[in-house]
T-cell receptor, first 112, second 115 residues
């Protein structure tokens, strides 16, 4: 069964806090992994891809654990502008390559 | 200018009406997708197209049809709209990135209300 699961939150954190989101996926054949960000009533936007070796982009760090089938996103020094819903996304190769399976999202609210 | 555009951005229609949502892209991508998003359900794939002659059903295609008029255009039709098709609809495109992954890029969405 194709599934991507996330804690829906909301995560309410103060500015400057470090916050981590986890996501699990059920299909071991999944090959590509992403985090997307979606602001309220806006389109999802690619935040970063997730690589096996882990990757970092400024305050954002993504990790992949294939053995346990989970993906994480760490946000350091949270800003008010980080408030959004974060979508965990997996490329499911069992169907058609290039089709993405989206988690339902984790809502983050950063407070002053 | 936006790379992926959708028209209309908002639409209110009545039950039983036929409605078409249009999507255009200037990214030159071969692959295009239609999703709907409902609160608490996340994004669900309706139809996708890998090139002009290729159309495939997604997870929830019943009640919808699509047309790929050109590489840059992919339209979604609701033949006879019903209230539970009220949702936010997104078009997306994708192509193989330099890192060998299919990253998707979304249009701004169409908010459809069926009364």
């Amino acid at each position: 069964r194709k599934e991507v699961e996330q804690d829906p939150g909301p995560f309410n954190v103060p500015e400057g806090a470090t916050v981590a989101f986890n996501c699990t996926y059920s299909n071991s054949a999944s090959q590509s992994f992403f985090w997307y960000r979606q602001d309220c009533r806006k389109e999802p936007k690619l935040l970063m891809s997730v690589y096996s070796s882990g990757n970092e982009d400024g305050r954002f760090t993504a990790q992949l654990n294939r053995a346990s089938q989970y993906i994480s996103l760490l946000i350091r020094d949270s800003k008010l502008s980080d408030s959004a819903t974060y979508l965990c996304v997996v490329n499911y190769y069992g169907g058609s390559q290039g089709n993405l399976i989206f988690g339902k999202g984790t809502k983050l609210s950063v407070k002053p | 200018d936006a790379d992926v555009t959708q028209t209309p951005r908002n639409r209110i229609t009545k039950t039983g009406k036929r409605i078409m949502l249009e999507c255009s892209q200037t990214k030159g991508h071969d692959r295009m997708y239609w999703y709907r998003q409902d609160p608490g359900l996340g994004l669900r794939l309706i139809y996708y197209s890998f090139d002009v002659k290729d159309i495939n059903k997604g997870e929830i295609s019943d009640g919808y049809s699509v047309s790929r008029q050109a590489q840059a255009k992919f339209s979604l039709s609701l033949e006879s709209a019903i209230p539970n098709q009220t949702a936010l609809y997104f078009c997306a495109t994708s192509d193989l990135s330099r890192t060998g992954e299919y990253e998707q890029y979304f249009g701004p969405g169409t908010r459809l209300t069926v009364t």
